[in-house]
């Protein structure tokens, strides 16, 4: 036999050639691993043994404190502080083995729970660790049967699907959640779907809710317990709007209702539609007794009979509400409606209530103060209205520059104790109710100053607080106001009555607009808003009441957007203006 001989050459090449499988057989077994235990976790494909990888222990199950790995090295839990355990094949007393999961992974600094497809029943009450993470993948139910309480103290992961269902409930400790959706309960917001399970159970759940946008069809909600906060997705607007929308399908009851003595209540950016027209006998929000601290905003209402009533409140805030109502086959508003209704009669239920920037239309009564003390409106826009503001004997408060169409009656009774502040007469036609003296339109003579930007706009920089140039006036006889450094200056101590009005050009969608009223560096009130729309304008208020010494100097107007671009103050004394008025 011949062989042939091997040059040194050769040689080389092959040791070479070697060295490279070698290694390529390491990294193809260190892959291979490594996607062994991360794709277990990720993708639910069951594994059929643990693993370690990075420090962490990776299960299928609770093991004993000895777990064998694949490759046949047995390690003690105890060693390691983090653990990822994978749960599969739920059913009907899965909560055994869930809760036995839950124990021995207390003895870990960290860890990760999945749980994979099948419906994993929870009977008693169940409390998810701090120190544990439950990632619910796609597929997999946590059905909550005995009105059982599941509450998830760590963190939760899990996408916009349906994870829990049943008569049990569900329960976030601070800071397992940014947020709650209605969609982890199984709704669609298809506008086809009964979605009235999944909503109250959001609502019910402990934590802020979300809506994204869609169309969520329901029977009525209700609002339960205090620190409650409700947001919807902004979109832009249509007929309805294209963001977070609720469609009440009944033809009574209420929409949204607050129960009793509920505090810090915020409902924003969600539209409340009517499915029933012309014979409903609806209400859009409801709240029934002391409502607290509390803020409605950014809210479009439709076709209900009532749109909002707060029969009971105190410290509550209405801002940015347009509610439109109905007419009937005559055309005139239906019977008995009312956009806007705080107070209940003879009782005296409602004090310090702040409607601001309030658009109704086509209501029998647009804005109704049937029992409130301490009320403040501010820029109220009043159409189609059979009687635009109606206020009882036993209403009082302060409206600020108000617009009325030239068909609307203003019924301010003669008991009540109602001052009305405007820079302007009304449209020709509104009708005044003679027989009541308490509404008066404040001549200029009464007013300490009413002063405006004029000539041209203003430059207001992005993200930086500009002081307001209010360079002209319609009355400021004994020069109050100084044009030069633009400040007030008090003639006589005393309270005083500012507001303030500021319309900027051209702010896109989700910026943020403030208003600050300063006496020297200190504010004194604020307004905020974030824009909703895009659009060539958008105005923003504040209003203040202050004591301020004979003398004292440094009132001025800031205002601060965070838009990319420099904006312009509109000038014109209806669109940026302040009036101040001695009490």
């Given at each position: 036999?011949?062989?042939?001989?091997?040059?040194?050459?050769?040689?080389?090449?092959?040791?070479?050639?070697?060295?490279?499988?070698?290694?390529?057989?390491?990294?193809t077994?260190?892959i291979?691993?490594?996607?062994?235990?991360?794709?277990?976790a990720?993708?639910?494909?069951?594994?059929f043994?643990?693993?370690?990888?990075?420090?962490?222990?990776?299960?299928?199950?609770?093991?004993?404190?000895?777990?064998?790995?694949?490759?046949?090295?047995?390690?003690?839990?105890?060693?390691y502080?983090?653990?990822?355990?994978?749960?599969y094949?739920?059913?009907?007393?899965?909560?055994?083995?869930?809760?036995?999961?839950?124990s021995?992974?207390?003895?870990f600094?960290?860890?990760?729970?999945?749980?994979?497809?099948?419906?994993?029943n929870?009977?008693?009450?169940l409390?998810?660790?701090?120190?544990?993470?439950?990632?619910?993948q796609?597929?997999a139910i946590?059905?909550?049967s005995?009105?059982?309480?599941?509450?998830?103290?760590?963190?939760?992961e899990?996408?916009?699907?349906?994870v829990?269902?049943?008569?049990?409930?569900?329960?976030?400790?601070?800071?397992?959640?940014?947020e709650?959706?209605?969609q982890?309960?199984?709704?669609?917001?298809d506008?086809?779907?009964?979605?009235?399970?999944?909503?109250q159970?959001?609502?019910?759940?402990?934590?802020?809710?979300?809506?994204?946008?869609?169309?969520?069809?329901?029977?009525?909600?209700?609002?339960?317990?205090?620190?409650?906060?409700?947001?919807?997705?902004?979109?832009?607007?249509?007929?309805?709007g294209?963001?977070?929308?609720l469609?009440?399908t009944?033809?009574?009851?209420?929409?949204?209702?607050?129960?009793?003595?509920?505090?810090?209540?915020?409902?924003?950016?969600?539209?409340?539609?009517?499915?029933?027209?012309?014979?409903?006998?609806?209400?859009?929000?409801?709240g029934?007794?002391?409502?607290?601290?509390?803020?409605?905003?950014?809210?479009?209402?439709?076709y209900?009979?009532?749109?909002?009533v707060?029969?009971?409140?105190?410290?509550?805030?209405?801002?940015n509400?347009?509610t439109?109502?109905?007419?009937?086959?005559?055309?005139?508003p239906?019977?008995?409606?009312?956009?806007?209704?705080?107070?209940?009669?003879?009782?005296?239920?409602?004090?310090?209530?702040?409607?601001?920037?309030i658009?109704?239309?086509?209501?029998?009564?647009?804005?109704?103060?049937?029992?409130a003390?301490?009320?403040?409106?501010i820029?109220?826009?009043?159409?189609?209205?059979?009687?635009?503001?109606?206020n009882?004997?036993?209403?009082?408060?302060?409206?600020?520059?108000?617009?009325?169409d030239?068909n609307?009656?203003?019924?301010?009774?003669?008991?009540?104790?109602?001052?009305?502040?405007?820079n302007?007469?009304?449209?020709?036609?509104?009708n005044?109710?003679?027989?009541y003296?308490?509404?008066?339109?404040?001549?200029?003579?009464?007013?300490?100053?009413l002063c405006?930007?004029?000539?041209?706009?203003?430059?207001?920089?992005?993200?930086?607080?500009?002081?307001?140039?209010?360079?002209?006036?319609?009355?400021?006889?004994?020069?109050?106001?100084?044009?030069?450094?633009?400040?007030?200056?008090?003639?006589?101590?005393?309270?005083?009555?500012?507001?303030?009005q500021?319309?900027?050009?051209n702010?896109?969608?989700?910026?943020?607009?403030?208003?600050?009223?300063?006496?020297?560096?200190?504010?004194?009130?604020?307004?905020?808003?974030?824009?909703?729309?895009?659009?060539?304008?958008?105005?923003?208020f504040?209003?203040?009441?202050?004591?301020?010494?004979?003398?004292?100097?440094?009132?001025?107007?800031?205002?601060?957007?965070?838009?990319v671009?420099?904006?312009?103050?509109?000038?014109?004394e209806?669109?940026?203006?302040?009036?101040?008025?001695?009490?």
């Open positions: 036999m011949i062989r042939k001989r091997i040059t040194e050459k050769e040689l080389y090449q092959h040791s070479k050639e070697a060295k490279i499988r070698k290694k390529i057989l390491i990294i077994i260190f291979v691993g490594f996607l062994c235990s991360i794709s277990v990720e993708t639910g494909i069951e594994p043994f643990p693993s370690l990888y990075g420090g962490k222990l990776f299960l299928t199950e609770a093991f004993s404190e000895i777990v064998q790995l694949n490759c046949g090295e047995e390690v003690r839990k105890s060693d502080e983090s653990v990822v355990i994978d749960l094949r739920g059913s009907i007393s899965s909560q055994a083995r869930i809760a036995d999961t839950i021995q992974a207390a003895a600094k960290s860890g990760v729970l999945f749980i994979h497809s099948g419906i994993w929870i009977g008693s009450d409390i998810i660790p701090s120190n544990l993470t439950l990632k619910i796609r597929g946590v059905h909550l005995n009105k059982a309480t599941l509450r998830i103290n760590g963190n939760l899990c996408g916009l699907y349906g829990f269902d049943g008569d049990g409930t569900v329960l976030f400790g601070p800071g397992s959640v940014k709650v959706y209605p982890w309960w199984g709704a669609r917001g506008n086809s779907n009964d979605d009235t399970y999944a909503l159970a959001a609502f019910d759940s402990g934590f802020a809710v979300f809506l994204p946008s869609g169309t969520y069809r329901n029977t009525g909600l209700s609002i339960n317990r205090n620190n409650f906060s409700l947001s919807g997705h902004i979109g832009s607007v249509t007929t309805h294209e963001g977070a929308r469609n009440f009944s033809k009574f009851g209420t929409a949204i209702e607050i129960n009793p003595s509920c505090q810090r209540v915020e409902i924003k950016n969600v539209t409340l539609i009517a499915d029933s027209r012309n014979d409903n006998t609806a209400y859009g929000i409801r029934m007794k002391t409502i607290r601290d509390s803020l409605i905003e950014g809210l479009y209402i439709y209900f009979k009532y749109g909002v707060l029969k009971d409140g105190l410290h509550t805030t209405l801002r509400i347009r439109y109502g109905q007419t009937g086959a005559s055309g005139n239906i019977p008995g409606s009312t956009g806007i209704q705080i107070g209940e009669d003879n009782k005296s239920s409602c004090t310090t209530i702040t409607l601001q920037d658009y109704v239309s086509k209501y029998e009564i647009g804005i109704y103060n049937k029992y003390e301490n009320t403040m409106m820029h109220p826009i009043v159409e189609g209205c059979g009687t635009g503001i109606l009882s004997a036993k209403g009082n408060g302060i409206i600020i520059q108000p617009y009325f030239g609307t009656v203003i019924d301010i009774n003669s008991s009540s104790h109602l001052q009305v502040y405007s302007r007469y009304f449209p020709t036609g509104v005044v109710n003679s027989n003296q308490a509404y008066r339109q404040i001549p200029h003579t009464n007013v300490a100053l405006y930007r004029a000539n041209t706009d203003q430059d207001i920089r992005s993200s930086e607080e500009t002081k307001i140039e209010f360079n002209a006036d319609l009355y400021d006889a004994y020069n109050y106001y100084d044009t030069s450094n633009f400040i007030f200056t008090a003639p006589y101590s005393g309270f005083y009555l500012i507001y303030v500021a319309s900027l050009q702010i896109k969608a989700n910026k943020r607009l403030q208003l600050h009223i300063k006496v020297g560096t200190t504010t004194k009130a604020y307004s905020y808003t974030t824009v909703t729309v895009s659009g060539s304008y958008h105005t923003i504040a209003t203040a009441m202050t004591w301020l010494d004979a003398g004292e100097k440094g009132l001025s107007v800031t205002i601060y957007h965070d838009d671009d420099t904006r312009n103050i509109l000038k014109g209806g669109n940026t203006f302040m009036l101040i008025k001695l009490l």
